[in-house]
Antibody, heavy 118, light 108 residues
Framework: EVQVVESGGGLVQPGGSLRLSCAAS????????MYWVRQAPGKGLVYVSR????????TYADSVKGRFTISRDNAKNTVYLQMNSLRAEDTAVYYC???????????WGQGTLVTVSS | EIVLTQSPGTLSLSPGERATLSCRAS???????SAWYQQKPGQAPRLLIY???SRATGIPDRFSGSGSGTDFTLTISRLEPEDSAVYYC??????????FGQGTKVEI
């Protein structure tokens, strides 16, 4: 079964850091781009970051550029999101998603909640 | 920067009826870079349609997509109670890259 499972969310103070992980299984991980998408409470979906299949290319939404870093370990079938200088507006459920063809996201994890609050 | 506008905000219909959801982009987009997702409360989104009109694996044929340019449509031909959800359109452009609409809530 194709699946991705996020972990690492939690409560962090403003200005703090957190690293999210996304473990993939059921498919050849190194063949796929991977993404992070977030959803603030009661709000819509927002793209955060993507990494290409070999880790050599990354992009970020303007709102997180310079603060978040995406990376992957193809030997461990895992993608990461290092989040620094966290702000209250980063509070959201963070979803890991697999890139299917045509720039769509064809497999999503259950999400991990990040709460930034003092 | 591209802006996606979904309409209506909420759609209230009965089982068996047809639902038509609209997604309008502020600039022309390649139809092959458009998608639709379904999200039920407390669940992750699920890909329904990609490349404007291709159904994702396991998606019933009552879901269909169409459109090109700036206007894209998701149609649910015969609503079932389990179709109650929020539906999001998503487009890919060069900048910003992946953009979602604000969602349409379908109540059955």
């Amino acid at each position: 079964e194709v699946q991705v499972v996020e972990s690492g969310g939690g409560l962090v103070q403003p200005g703090g850091s957190l690293r999210l992980s996304c473990a993939a299984s059921g498919f050849t991980f190194s063949n796929y781009w991977m993404y992070w998408v977030r959803q603030a409470p009661g709000k819509g979906l927002v793209y955060v970051s993507r990494i290409n299949n070999d880790g050599g290319g990354t992009t970020y939404a303007d709102s997180v550029k310079g603060r978040f870093t995406i990376s992957r370990d193809n030997a461990k079938n895992t993608v990461y999101l290092q989040m620094n200088s966290l702000r209250a507006e980063d509070t959201a459920v963070y979803y890991c998603a697999r890139g299917g063809g045509y720039h769509a996201f064809d497999c999503w994890g259950q999400g991990t909640l990040v709460t930034v609050s003092s | 920067e591209i802006v996606l506008t979904q309409s209506p905000g909420t759609l209230s219909l009965s089982p068996g009826e047809r639902a038509t959801l609209s997604c309008r982009a502020s600039q022309t987009v390649s139809s092959s870079h458009s998608a639709w997702y379904q999200q039920k409360p407390g669940q992750a989104p699920r890909l329904l349609i990609y490349s404007a009109s291709s159904r994702a694996t396991g998606i019933p044929d009552r879901f269909s997509g169409s459109g090109s340019g700036t206007d894209f449509t998701l149609t649910i031909s015969r609503l079932e109670p389990e179709d109650s959800a929020v539906y999001y359109c998503q487009l890919y452009t060069s900048s910003p890259e992946w953009t979602f609409g604000q969602g349409t809530k379908v109540e059955i």
